[in-house]
T-cell receptor, first 117, second 112 residues
Framework: DAGVTQSPTHLIKTRGQQVTLRCSPISGHKSVSWYQQVLGQGPQFIFQ???????GRGNFPDRFSARQFPNYSSELNVNALLLGDSALYLC????????????????FGPGTRLTVT | KQEVTQIPAALSVPEGENLVLNCSFT??????LQWFRQDPGKGLTSLLL?????REQTSGRLNASLDKSSGRSTLYIAASQPGDSATYLCAVKDGYAGKSTFGDGTTLTVKP
């Protein structure tokens, strides 16, 4: 089975521009979460979507937005990019898996490396 | 607000040594705790997941324990190998659909 996929792999943008990052979850997973990871730190939670509804939002400005599509794939949009938005953006998918003891185990994609110049 | 701390930040050991990585969290009302491995510039690989009702999980040379009352988890790696060199992150999930809070990780180097 294919794991979580993200596109693009790398992206270079200029301050003030807008960017869209994409994520496809593992087949059958209905929950997608987005994280920002700055070098040397742990990932910071941005959004979680479940069944196309926002279920959680981290402490990020309104320049960050996301959505989930009927096929459970997701997009993260960042407007008016700042230098501080340069980071690795990670997508994770998870699913309720009854009987396995692995409820909502998160599986991460390879990430999108965003550089803002 | 949940806070997760991992100590030490970096660890260097000779091959073959058994080692323990520590993770502490401030709010014991967690849903689960997950340990990950991250190689430089890569995504996260899930190692072990412990539900809030469990005390430990094992996979191969890895064993993770959870003590909710004290807000601690440990990841035990037996007979370390150079291929174990990576950053190890723990993440605490608040609520069944809540966010995960990560520590900043422990960077492990296993010397041949």
């Amino acid at each position: 089975d294919a794991g979580v996929t993200q596109s693009p792999t790398h992206l270079i943008k200029t301050r003030g521009q807008q960017v869209t990052l994409r994520c496809s979850p593992i087949s059958g997973h209905k929950s997608v979460s987005w994280y920002q990871q700055v070098l040397g730190q742990g990932p910071q939670f941005i959004f979680q979507y479940y069944e196309k509804e926002e279920r959680g939002r981290g402490n990020f400005p309104d320049r960050f937005s996301a959505r989930q599509f009927p096929n459970y794939s997701s997009e993260l949009n960042v407007n008016a990019l700042l230098l501080g938005d340069s980071a690795l953006y990670l997508c994770a998918s998870s699913s309720l898996t009854p009987g396995t003891g692995k409820t909502y185990e998160q599986y991460f994609g390879p990430g999108t490396r965003l550089t803002v110049t | 607000k949940q806070e997760v701390t991992q100590i030490p930040a970096a660890l260097s050991v000779p091959e073959g040594e058994n080692l323990v990585l520590n993770c502490s969290f401030t709010d014991s009302a967690i849903y689960n705790l997950q340990w990950f491995r991250q190689d430089p510039g890569k995504g996260l690989t899930s190692l072990l997941l412990i539900q809030s009702s469990q005390r430990e999980q094992t996979s191969g040379r890895l064993n993770a324990s959870l003590d909710k009352s004290s807000g601690r988890s440990t990841l035990y790696i037996a007979a370390s190998q150079p291929g174990d060199s990576a950053t190890y992150l723990c993440a605490v999930k608040d609520g069944y659909a809540g966010k995960s809070t990560f520590g900043d990780g422990t960077t492990l180097t296993v010397k041949p």
